[in-house]
């Protein structure tokens, strides 16, 4: 039941005219997707994750990203893997539950109505994970979502 509860689509970050990166959150983490170029061996691609801050390139050159976080990740469970000709970075999410609205700070924030959408799947999500036995996917909310980080006591820490 989880599973449609998932983001059903990803979110792209354009810039003039160019897509970035594509990327969705969980209640835990922050995806992020970014098609590498045709013909750049997989080894010479790097990536460093840090606690508010983001590099991807590739070797000798200038960094494709170099940004700050949204929000703090958890440098110790999030990573990066290549597969497919895409770049996938997990970060762990510092704040169970807190939606983000990019993930990187003042690029592609989402618009508001978006990141209503979103605040309401993972209040979804998070009522599923507390509740595993019922079925969430086809509830809705009338009028504003609550913060899933903070309603009715929080989210219970691991």
Same mark, same amino acid.
């Given at each position: 039941m989880a599973e449609k509860l998932a983001p059903e689509k990803r979110h792209a970050f354009v810039h003039n005219g160019q897509k970035v990166f594509e990327w969705d959150q969980t209640l835990e983490e922050v995806n992020m997707y970014i098609e590498l170029p045709k013909n750049v061996p997989t080894k010479l691609f790097h990536c460093v994750?840090? #606690?508010?801050?983001?590099?991807?390139?590739?070797?000798?050159?200038?960094?494709?990203?170099?940004? *700050?976080?949204?929000?703090? #990740?958890?440098?110790?469970? !999030?990573? /990066?893997?290549?597969? *497919?000709g895409e770049l996938h970075i997990t970060l762990q999410k510092r704040e169970k539950g807190?939606? /983000?609205? !990019?993930?990187?700070?003042?690029?592609? !924030?989402? *618009?508001?109505? #978006? #990141? *209503?959408?979103?605040?309401?799947r993972l209040m979804l999500q998070r009522f599923q994970e507390e509740n595993p036995g019922f079925d969430f996917s086809q509830a809705q909310f009338s009028g504003t979502c609550p913060d899933p980080r903070s309603f009715m006591g929080g989210i219970r820490s691991d």
């Open positions: 994750i840090q #606690a508010g801050h983001v590099e991807v390139g590739i070797r000798g050159n200038p960094p494709y990203l170099n940004h *700050d976080l949204m929000l703090p #990740a958890k440098t110790d469970s !999030s990573f /990066w893997t290549i597969e *497919d807190k939606t /983000w609205a !990019s993930p990187i700070k003042g690029q592609g !924030s989402l *618009d508001p109505y #978006a #990141a *209503d959408q979103e605040q309401k």
